[in-house]
């Protein structure tokens, strides 16, 4: 079972839990609870299996959204993928701020930022690639956890992130401690050019909150930086 599966199953022991607590006093009979679990865990391990845990991503993401604090992060966070992007001159195709959306558009995982690859790919499959556009695309994908880390001090997104970034880097053949190293030096590039470019970012979440086109994106940036 993926981890979105496991974070189900865990909701499920705890309302289990919960309930069977509390049922002798709101009249529940203990077979309600277990019926329902049982439910819940059969449709995750089919998600896990059958449906690359997206059923679940969806829910989790459903029930994340209703807190103000986590739509502004998700915010925060595509908003600095998608500045570093630019500013290493690797072209956004695309952005979504929510699983459902992204499942909508055919894409797995949380939803996000989406770039141009097809360089990163080609180098991949000859089985290297250059210095330059690894440390560019490894900034990328380290940038939402900086903009996180810059905003609120801490980051609770970005496992997906870290996911692609340690994989890419060990089909390369790089060591754990290598990888640690390079990711830490990732999330210090980005924050410096977050940091440098300030008044553009902000001007990139608020195009972001708007839900704006790729094109007004790209726009809303151009203007500050040229301001």
Not at 6 to 14: E, G, H, P, T, V
Not at 29 to 46: C, D, E, H, Y
Request: aromatic share 8%; hydrophobic share 45%; glycine share 8%.
């Amino acid at each position: 079972m993926n981890q979105t599966g496991l974070n189900l199953a865990a909701i499920s022991i705890f309302a289990m839990t919960l309930s069977v607590l509390l049922g002798p006093l709101l009249n529940i009979s203990p077979f309600v609870p277990a019926i329902a679990v049982f439910g819940v865990l059969s449709v995750a391990t089919l998600d896990s299996l059958q449906w690359q845990g997206k059923f679940g991503s969806v829910v989790l993401d459903w029930f994340a959204s209703f807190s103000p604090d986590h739509r502004d992060r998700v915010i925060h966070h595509e908003a600095g993928h998608f500045l570093v992007a630019q500013q290493l001159e690797i072209p956004v195709v695309g952005y979504t701020l929510s699983a459902w959306e992204a499942i909508k558009q055919g894409q797995a995982g949380q939803g996000g930022v989406q770039f141009d690859t097809q360089e990163l790919d080609q180098q991949l499959q000859q089985g290297k690639i250059s210095a330059q556009w690894l440390d560019r695309f490894c900034t990328v994908w380290m940038a939402g956890i900086a903009a996180e880390q810059i905003t609120y001090g801490s980051s609770e997104g970005g496992s997906d992130d870290r996911s692609k970034f340690r994989q890419i880097l060990m089909q390369l053949g790089m060591t754990a401690s290598d990888i640690e190293q390079r990711e830490r030096l990732a999330v210090l590039r980005a924050k410096t050019l977050l940091q440098n470019h300030e008044s553009t970012y902000e001007a990139l979440v608020t195009a972001l909150q708007e839900r704006q086109t790729i094109e007004s994106c790209y726009e809303a940036i151009h203007a500050t930086i040229e301001a």
